[in-house]
């Protein structure tokens, strides 16, 4: 996979806050942040969705 240095990541975010609701935002991060550890284990990311309530 490459990363699209020039894409917009809030074309994707629905006008949201895209660290939390751009989907290629996330691909890109999982694809940055789970490389292989020298121990021979990796990251493990997974996504966690959260939901924001406003009282």
């Known amino acids: 996979m490459i990363i699209d ?3 917009n990541v ?6 949201i806050d895209p660290d939390n609701s751009s989907p290629t935002l ?3 991060h ?3 942040w ?3 550890l020298q ?3 990796d990251l ?3 996504y966690v969705f959260r939901i924001a ?3």
């Open 53 to 55: 309530l406003s009282i």
């Open 26 to 28: 996330k691909r890109y």
């Open 44 to 46: 493990g990311l997974r």
């Open 34 to 36: 789970s490389k292989p």
């Open 10 to 15: 809030y074309s994707d975010a629905k006008g």
């Open 39 to 41: 121990v021979i284990h």
């Open 30 to 32: 999982k694809l940055l």
């Open 5 to 7: 240095t020039n894409f």
